[in-house]
């Protein structure tokens, strides 16, 4: 009997041992469950990940910030963002191999839908698109913008998104801080942060946010990406407000095969004349003259000397980047920074409303979304010759050094977090001057 008692109590155990186990394994799944779908939603809330790929195919680890920065701390969007950086293109399975010698398309946008919808459609009529890869390098992140680069399919596309964007951050630096001091406010007084500009005026993320996202961009596409950090030829950058004609790329291609034997002392190939509202002059000649920023396009050469003026690039005080290489960047290389174009414009700036003026009923920037250029048939196909002269404009009107710039950059935070986009991928510290 006593025998018979102790086995069934045995048999007790054991089934209580087995009925733990099962629990504790199914909590740990459970657990594990709930994991993946809060990294699924941060994914899909943050970037919105394609669901038809596999994670590990469509990423590439091989680049990242160094260590010996003082980036602002990121939060949860941030980090989402810097990660979704480093997928590859979209599209590869439809544009498998880009031509050998390839100009690569940089299109930066802010949050400006109704423009985007007309450049991207533009972009879809170029001729030669499909042999290139184009990158869209974001300023934060906006769904809207998203989803109009997400239905992209003329060529292999590639997203950015700036990850320290003033518009992720909601309660600090680069962002808006309670903190912060505003418009003219006396910081000792305020007992509040920031360094005013020259005018008095403390800084608006708002603003500051162009001229941050433009130079996190340029060192980004250059030195931080896998698909990029080795080409050494062209690279056009252009923006959401950009119409570009349908001979674009084949006459940048043409420009930038005649530029070492027609201008050789030109720093770059624009596609529009540098004052925005013109069409050209329409001769029979190639023309020099002061860099544009429509459509302008330059090659590793003169990114290293533009790098190389981090400091001038990030102590001036204007909130502008185009400015501020008119003002202080260009004027620092010793000799007139020229650019080779043709003599009828390839692309046109549209844009009536300024990124940080937004939109209002009495000033609407397109309307209805709708906007009519005026397209002739010598602009669907390469209008430049090879046999044709040079003529040079000398002494152009416009930003020179001495000026002294519109302000909106004098807070040293702003200045620091600009050096040290310089140094993000940077293997030596000499590269800053």
Not at 276 to 305: C, D, H, I, P, Q
Request: proline share 4%; net charge neutral.
């Amino acid at each position: 009997m006593a025998v018979s008692h102790k086995k069934s109590r045995m048999k007790n155990l054991g089934f209580c041992r087995l009925i733990l186990i099962l629990i504790f394994g199914a909590v740990f799944v459970l657990l594990l469950l709930r994991a993946n779908t809060f990294t699924d939603l941060i994914s899909r809330y943050s970037v919105e990940s394609d669901d038809d790929e596999s994670f590990e195919s469509n990423y590439n680890y091989s680049l990242s910030f160094s260590k010996d920065l003082k980036l602002p701390r990121q939060n949860e969007l941030s980090l989402s963002l810097e990660k979704r950086n480093q997928m590859l293109p979209r599209n590869l399975d439809m544009y498998p191999k880009l031509a050998k010698n390839h100009i690569v398309i940089v299109l930066y946008v802010h949050n400006r839908p109704q423009y985007l919808r007309v450049a991207v459609d533009s972009l879809s009529k170029v001729k030669g698109i499909s042999e290139t890869l184009l990158i869209v390098s974001h300023d934060g992140y906006f769904d809207e913008m998203n989803k109009v680069v997400e239905g992209i399919k003329f060529c292999q596309v590639k997203q950015i998104f700036a990850p320290f964007s003033p518009h992720l951050f909601l309660d600090g630096f680069p962002g808006v801080s309670s903190s912060d001091c505003r418009d003219k406010d006396d910081a000792v007084v305020k007992k509040c942060e920031g360094t005013p500009d020259q005018y008095g005026n403390h800084r608006s993320p708002k603003i500051v946010s162009l001229k941050h996202h433009w130079w996190w961009m340029m060192n980004t596409v250059w030195d931080g990406l896998k698909e990029t950090s080795q080409h050494s030829g062209h690279i056009l950058f252009i923006e959401e407000d950009h119409f570009i004609f349908p001979n674009a790329y084949q006459n940048l291609q043409l420009l930038v095969k005649l530029k070492p034997k027609k201008c050789p002392d030109c720093y770059a190939a624009n596609l529009a004349p540098s004052d925005v509202k013109s069409k050209g002059e329409g001769w029979e000649s190639l023309v020099a003259e002061r860099m544009g920023n429509v459509g302008y396009s330059f090659n590793r050469t003169v990114w290293r000397m533009i790098h190389r003026k981090a400091r001038e690039f990030c102590s001036f005080d204007d909130y502008n980047w185009d400015i501020t290489m008119w003002a202080t960047v260009y004027p620092s290389f010793g000799s007139p920074v020229y650019s080779l174009r043709g003599p009828r414009t390839s692309a046109v700036h549209f844009g009536k409303c300024g990124l940080h003026q937004g939109q209002s009923e009495n000033a609407a920037c397109i309307d209805n979304g709708v906007f009519n250029f005026d397209v002739e048939e010598t602009d669907t196909v390469p209008n430049i010759k090879s046999d044709w002269g040079l003529h040079v404009y000398k002494h152009q009107s416009g930003y020179q050094a001495g000026f002294r710039g519109w302000g909106g950059w004098g807070d040293k935070r702003d200045r620091q977090l600009c050096l040290d986009f310089a140094k993000m991928y940077s293997t030596s510290k000499a590269d800053v001057v």
